[in-house]
């Protein structure tokens, strides 16, 4: 399912909204609501809106477990940290305890051992894995031509990807399957060649790997959808 907001602040605030309704559910059916977020700079606004609703749902915030879809192999302290962006913009605000926060150790010498270590914490169906898209179509580390791509066991790997920092960890195809919702959230024109083929009836996952996830709750800003030639 794609929707189209007018601008990123209403696709932000739809972002936010979808999250918090998602896990309203999961924890009326399972008394628990295990999230998994995105890095890059696209869910940011997102995360900054949803703050305040898990704030101030106690109930909520006590059923939540947060997770990371890809981690850069970088200390937490990080500017390229997806945990920082996290904590900064959602852990934090939201006052989300320490217990409740599982993140990948991307500090850790041995990044193939950490994505196994992962791997063996990482819920078996999370409630909602929240994901962006590049603009050459990768979606959390998994990029065009990723031997990761192949991987039908592993939930999570250690890849190399083509931009700093190179070396990261990831979902893998089966790690993005087994969810129970998946929540894309995309913006801007630089996108809309990747979109196009994501939507096309037929394309190719090793060159767009985010159409591992096209059967996902799409949400795009309208220069993104217009650049696509989306109405």
């Not at 109930?59 to 997770?67: E, N, T």
């Amino acid at each position: 399912m794609l929707q189209v907001y007018p601008d990123y602040e209403a696709l932000s605030a739809a972002a936010a909204e979808f999250s918090r309704s998602a896990g309203r559910e999961s924890f009326l059916k399972r008394g628990r609501f295990d999230l998994v977020l995105s890095g890059g700079r696209t869910p940011k606004r997102a995360y900054e809106l949803l703050a305040p609703m898990i704030r101030l749902d106690v109930r909520l915030r006590g059923a939540l477990r947060v997770f990371w879809g890809d981690e850069r192999c970088v200390p937490p302290e990080s500017d390229e940290s997806n945990y920082r962006l996290a904590k900064e913009t959602l852990i934090d605000p939201a006052l989300i305890p320490a217990r409740s926060v599982f993140r990948i150790q991307g500090e850790s010498p041995d990044p193939a051992a950490e994505a196994e270590r992962y791997d063996s914490v990482f819920p078996a169906a999370p409630d909602l894995i929240v994901l962006g898209m590049g603009a050459d179509g990768h979606t959390a580390s998994l990029f065009p031509g990723s031997p990761a791509l192949k991987e039908t066991a592993r939930r999570f790997v250690a890849v190399t990807g083509p931009v700093e920092p190179k070396r990261r960890i990831s979902l893998s195809p089966a790690g993005l399957t087994s969810a129970r919702r998946v929540l894309v959230i995309a913006s801007g024109p630089d996108k809309a060649s990747a979109l196009a083929r994501v939507l096309a009836e037929d394309g190719d996952v090793s060159r767009t790997p985010a159409r591992l996830v096209r059967d996902g709750n799409w949400l795009v800003d309208r220069a993104l959808a217009d650049a696509a030639g989306i109405r």
